[in-house]
């Protein structure tokens, strides 16, 4: 019964560094639009041997678009994965949602101090199935670990 007992424990031990060691190799990133009030960012990017390899879920929150008809909105912009490439990072892809007929969100950005700040990039411009077409311009944003 005592060895049982000593097996288990020693399995739940590498159990426990093995997840140690996969969340280690995710850094969760959170930080705002600048100059943006109540705005958010929102992601984790994954590090393999040191090196920066991808985000996943790469949310904003507030970012405000101006439209044609002379109304003014905030809208969330999701990217689930984008590839890292050195430092660097770049994504656009359509914007989708009701009332909307077409639309991209863009945005870029670069890493600094081992992946734990980075800075970049975001718009998104879209048509309403109205005709009415929105813009939020290039904004930029920084995050931290």
């Known amino acids: ?31 705002a639009i600048d100059g943006v009030a109540d705005s958010k960012v929102s992601f984790a990017v994954s590090k393999r041997n040191g090196d920066l390899k991808g985000i996943r879920n790469l949310k904003f929150v507030g970012l405000p678009v101006n439209c044609s008809d002379g109304t003014a909105s905030v809208v969330e912009l999701t990217l689930p994965k984008i590839k890292v490439k050195g ?54 944003w920084t995050s931290r670990k």
């Open 1 to 31: 019964m005592k060895r049982l007992a000593g097996c288990v424990a020693v399995a739940l031990a590498i159990v426990l560094a093995l997840a140690a060691v996969a969340t280690a190799n995710r850094i969760k990133h959170t930080g």
């Open 87 to 140: 430092k660097r990072f770049s994504e656009s892809l359509p914007v989708r949602g009701t009332g909307i007929a077409d639309g991209t969100g863009k945005t870029s950005g670069r890493f600094s101090r081992g992946g734990k700040r980075a800075a970049g990039k975001v718009s998104v411009t879209y048509t309403l199935t109205s005709g009415v077409s929105c813009d939020s311009g290039e904004q930029s």
